[in-house]
């Protein structure tokens, strides 16, 4: 391991902050660029759910994910003096008896009793909700109170390393040399704004819209997290938040009516209660047409290196994917087909 390295990673959103963390506990001496406007991670939900709902299946490389992520997030709690690591229970209100039998089915594996309470009477009669089908209770779900993470993280990052609050301006860059300062390594953590990037642009990292709300109601569950056509997060007292819509190929940033009608007309499948519409935001996400992460060196700049696409489930991919990359760029190790992206070569 060369512990002395210098390493620059550019942007500060949930991908560049747990790259840099996992930089430094190997010792490396990093500087961090970022111009402290996030589209993404400071709008997410943060939620944490191993399963999908679709067809009732495991998420990817769950059973890895889920026992990493929850050491990360309770030692950077600790270490940071701050709490936004919270478990909270998913209930999904199922669409269908489709989706109710897929629950009944894979209940019964073993690879899925970490993740699935078996289905009780009261499942069934679950009152809480609009429940025509029955619902199911996830186990191991929880969620990530975003800006928590995010400004506990950056004040840590901070005490230890350079962050530096501007826009990157690849022409400022001559190869490893950025603004008259070397680094032996660069890595690109700059979500959908990948498309700027002069390296790495090339790959199929999509601009993905997500709009939300935050909305007050009275009759809304608040000990558990509601799912159907739209997730529900409690955030206390007659809180919520709800979401989220997906507009493909759109990088504006404003709020519109249209995302606001739909997500409540997605919220209507719970609930009769017509809630009032406290707030309303909108982030960009980096997705990819295969749903894995664009992680991997470039082919011709060596010391370039990009960590982006970790997509809607970011927050659970973060911490151990972050931690194998760096692993990667710092012990040599490899990373997997499914991540790296040589797989893109045509």
């Given at each position: 391991?060369?512990?002395?390295?210098?390493i620059?990673?550019?942007?500060?959103?949930?991908?560049?902050?747990?790259?840099?963390?996992?930089?430094?506990?190997?010792?490396?001496?990093?500087?961090?660029?970022?111009?402290?406007?996030n589209?993404?991670?400071?709008?997410?939900?943060?939620?944490?759910?191993?399963?999908?709902?679709?067809?009732m299946?495991?998420?990817?490389?769950?059973?890895d994910?889920?026992?990493?992520?929850?050491?990360?997030?309770?030692?950077?709690?600790?270490?940071?003096?701050?709490?936004?690591?919270?478990p909270?229970?998913?209930?999904?209100?199922?669409s269908?008896?489709?989706?109710?039998?897929?629950?009944?089915?894979?209940?019964?594996?073993?690879?899925?009793?970490?993740?699935?309470?078996?289905?009780?009477?009261?499942?069934y009669?679950?009152?809480?909700?609009?429940?025509?089908?029955?619902?199911?209770?996830?186990?191991?779900?929880?969620?990530?109170?975003?800006?928590?993470?995010?400004?506990?993280?950056?004040?840590?990052?901070?005490?230890?390393?350079?962050?530096?609050?501007?826009?990157?301006?690849?022409?400022?860059?001559?190869?490893?040399?950025?603004?008259?300062?070397?680094?032996?390594?660069?890595?690109?953590?700059?979500?959908?704004?990948n498309?700027?990037?002069?390296?790495?642009?090339?790959?199929?990292?999509?601009?993905?819209?997500?709009?939300?709300?935050?909305?007050?109601?009275?009759?809304?569950p608040?000990?558990?997290?509601?799912?159907?056509?739209?997730?529900?997060?409690?955030?206390?007292?007659?809180?919520?938040?709800?979401?989220?819509?997906?507009?493909?190929?759109?990088?504006?940033?404003?709020?519109?009516?249209?995302?606001?009608?739909?997500?409540?007309?997605?919220?209507?499948?719970l609930?009769?209660?017509e809630?009032?519409?406290?707030?309303?935001?909108?982030?960009?996400?980096?997705?990819?047409?295969?749903?894995?992460?664009?992680i991997?060196?470039?082919?011709?700049?060596?010391?370039?290196?990009?960590?982006?696409?970790?997509?809607?489930?970011?927050y659970?991919?973060?911490?151990?994917?972050?931690?194998?990359?760096?692993?990667?760029?710092?012990?040599?190790?490899?990373?997997?087909?499914?991540?790296?992206?040589i797989?893109?070569?045509?």
């Amino acid at each position: 391991m060369n512990a002395s390295k210098s390493i620059l990673v550019v942007g500060a959103g949930l991908s560049g902050i747990c790259v840099t963390l996992q930089l430094l506990n190997h010792g490396c001496s990093v500087t961090l660029i970022d111009n402290s406007v996030n589209h993404s991670s400071r709008v997410a939900a943060g939620m944490i759910n191993p399963l999908v709902f679709r067809r009732m299946t495991k998420s990817w490389r769950v059973d890895d994910f889920m026992p990493f992520l929850k050491r990360f997030y309770t030692e950077l709690e600790n270490e940071t003096g701050s709490s936004f690591f919270h478990p909270i229970q998913i209930r999904r209100l199922f669409s269908s008896e489709q989706e109710h039998d897929f629950w009944l089915e894979n209940e019964k594996k073993d690879s899925f009793l970490s993740y699935m309470h078996p289905l009780s009477p009261d499942d069934y009669s679950y009152g809480e909700c609009k429940n025509p089908f029955g619902s199911g209770r996830v186990k191991e779900s929880s969620f990530v109170d975003v800006n928590a993470f995010m400004n506990a993280t950056l004040s840590l990052i901070q005490k230890s390393s350079l962050i530096l609050k501007e826009s990157f301006d690849a022409n400022q860059l001559n190869r490893t040399n950025y603004k008259g300062v070397g680094y032996d390594e660069i890595v690109f953590c700059q979500g959908y704004l990948n498309s700027t990037n002069p390296f790495f642009n090339t790959l199929p990292i999509d601009p993905t819209k997500g709009q939300v709300l935050t909305v007050s109601s009275k009759t809304i569950p608040k000990d558990i997290s509601i799912n159907r056509k739209c997730f529900v997060l409690p955030l206390g007292g007659n809180s919520f938040k709800v979401g989220s819509t997906y507009e493909w190929h759109n990088t504006t940033l404003n709020c519109t009516k249209e995302a606001k009608n739909d997500i409540l007309k997605s919220l209507a499948f719970l609930t009769e209660e017509e809630v009032v519409v406290i707030s309303q935001a909108a982030g960009i996400r980096p997705t990819t047409r295969d749903r894995r992460p664009t992680i991997g060196t470039h082919q011709e700049h060596k010391n370039y290196h990009i960590f982006n696409g970790l997509g809607a489930k970011g927050y659970m991919l973060a911490p151990l994917l972050s931690r194998e990359f760096v692993d990667y760029l710092i012990l040599g190790t490899k990373l997997t087909e499914e991540v790296n992206i040589i797989r893109f070569k045509s």
